[in-house]
């Protein structure tokens, strides 16, 4: 499943509402530092792009030319979401693109709030940073704090410092949504165990986000051995999140 780019959408997220999409990466293939295999864009290998990212001016346009037609329309979205085929903070020019992203949505639709979904593999890095400091909803992912599931799992393209990137989610002091994909699999892989749950609470201890996005399987992913988390597992770690304090919310 690949996302026209740059603006896709709108479409009812189970977790934001009416959701304009707004993609980074080419229409025609798939740009991530994480090649996870639960991702509903299917495999990094299997998604080469053959086009260009859209440039800043292009995202710019379509995304004005959009909102005046939802205008129009009479149908304004809840949230403007950076997703779509990869990770959108790899875009060079992402900093750039949030600021005129705030701009508009002041203009059309200044009830919107703006939604970065990010892997958290560029928080580091100090111009990331400071954009996702301007947005609304910074959600970023961590879905364990076990580096074996995460290469298991979450598969990182390049290098991954655990540690460095816990530091920087604490960074954010607060402005920060973590979310996390909790799931299952034939193969043995499960991340519901308390084996995984405790150090994870663990870190949000640290990272004190202002919230906490527990979710599960929803579309089918490119390995076909993993399983949804069930229900009552969600619930009892959402439990466990919020008796620290959080809010937690679930999507099963």
Sequence with gaps: MLYTSPIFGPVHSRRLGLSLGINLMPSDGKMC???????ECGFNGDARPKQHRPSAQQVSQALEHKLQSMVQEGRLPDVL???????????????????ETRRLRDIYCPQARISVLTNATTCVRPDVHEALMLVDNNIQKLDTVNLDFIHAVDRPTGKYDLNAILQALCDFKGHVIIQTMFLTSSTGLDNTTDEYVEPWLQALDRIQPQSVMVYTIDRTTPDNTLRKALPACLDSIAQRVRQRGIECTVAY
């Design 81 to 99: 979401t950076f997703a779509g085929n990869g990770e959108p903070t790899l875009h060079p020019d992402f900093k750039h693109i949030i600021a």
């Design 33 to 39: 530092s994480f090649d996870c295999i639960y991702c």
